[in-house]
């Protein structure tokens, strides 16, 4: 049978070291504040604003959500950023995305104050991650990563050895989820096939991600992977958190990318929801304690 890796229980664990550490600075005087920054709406940007308000609140952390309306101006956004940056009180900003089509992304995730940058989508940041340097490990792949060790570590196999002798397929090559998942899969030694949505329309994306002992799939493509898809004895990792209504209540609820019935084929293998996701909320307030910390020893 297919073990289910319980992404909630490892973000509970998570959670009280974060707390722990919040507590620790402020018994030194050093508070951690988290900044996020919304720009219109969107369903899925709005959920996770407001999961990331449990999870900094439930630790102790204070949150601060900017939601602007759809028609603000670049000048005004670049403002915000820029201001946030300056406050002693914001020791992390999160710019979410999708931004409205008249703002340019790059631009605004360049006028971030890159000590703050705790998803490292500022140049400088993002390039010491390729570096294998990073200043932050953004919060999606870190908890990719995050639970395959402590997966690794349950099943008594040795990470370096794991690694060493394995290839990781990684499904989508987005810059903030699917390239650092393909760094940090390198970093450890592994063999890496990196693959698109050109695999998909070539029809070849089933020879890819055979080829993964771990399977990392990151699309957002509701039930894109199959049990064709699926190596037998692989270890997948479902990043996808896919919105689907239901025609018959009317209710949204989520899905990720892979099929279920693609997880009898695995050895081990996350669920959507509980999965990535609760380790990815509490691993973005991990990272804003950490810009505080350091914020504090550079006072
Ligand atoms: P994105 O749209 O920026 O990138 C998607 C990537 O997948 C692209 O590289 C695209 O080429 C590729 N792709 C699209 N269709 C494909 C197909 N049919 N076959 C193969 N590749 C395909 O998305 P993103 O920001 O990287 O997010 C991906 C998914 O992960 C979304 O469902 C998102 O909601 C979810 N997500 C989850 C977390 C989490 O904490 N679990 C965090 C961020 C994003």
Redesign the pocket.
């Known amino acids: 049978p297919t073990t289910v890796i319980d992404g909630r229980a490892r973000a509970r664990t998570l959670q009280l070291q974060v707390a722990f550490d919040v507590e620790r600075l402020a018994g030194l005087g050093v508070r951690c504040g988290l900044a996020t920054v919304l720009v219109g709406s969107d369903y ?1 940007a709005e959920a996770y604003a407001r999961r990331l308000r449990r999870a900094a609140t439930a630790v102790g952390i204070e949150h601060r959500h900017h939601h602007l309306p759809p028609d603000t101006t670049r000048e005004e956004v670049l403002a915000l950023v820029v201001r946030l940056g300056a406050d002693p009180a914001v020791s992390g900003i999160l710019v979410l ?1 999708p931004l409205p089509p008249h703002l340019d992304e790059g631009e605004i995730f360049t006028a971030l104050d890159p000590a703050k940058d705790i998803e490292a989508v500022h140049p400088e940041n993002a390039g010491l991650l390729a570096l294998g340097r990073p200043r932050f490990v953004p ?2 792949p870190a ?1 990719v990563f995050h639970l395959l060790d402590a997966w690794l570590d349950e099943v008594d196999i040795a990470g370096e050895a794991f690694y060493g002798a394995s290839t990781i397929c990684v ?8 390239k650092p998942l393909t760094t940090l899969a390198a970093e450890r030694g592994a063999v890496v096939v990196s ?7 070539t029809g070849r ?1 089933a020879r890819y991600t055979r080829l993964g002992d771990v399977l990392v799939v ?4 509701p039930g ?1 992977i199959r049990p064709e898809h699926v190596a037998p004895g692989a270890v997948v990792l479902d ?4 919105p689907v209504r239901d025609p018959a209540t009317g209710r949204t609820h989520l899905v990720g ?1 892979v099929d279920p019935a693609a997880l009898s084929v695995a050895r081990a293998a996350t669920p ?1 929801p509980g ?3 609760p ?3 509490v691993w973005l307030v991990q990272n804003t304690v950490l810009a505080a910390e350091r914020a504090a020893k550079h006072r």
Do not use: F, K, P, Q
């Open positions: 899925a995305r919060s999606t908890s499904v989508g090559r987005s810059n903030n989820v699917g693959c698109d949505e050109n695999a998909s329309r994306l990151a699309a957002g493509v894109l990043v996808g958190i896919n990318d959507v999965g990535v996701g380790v990815t909320d």
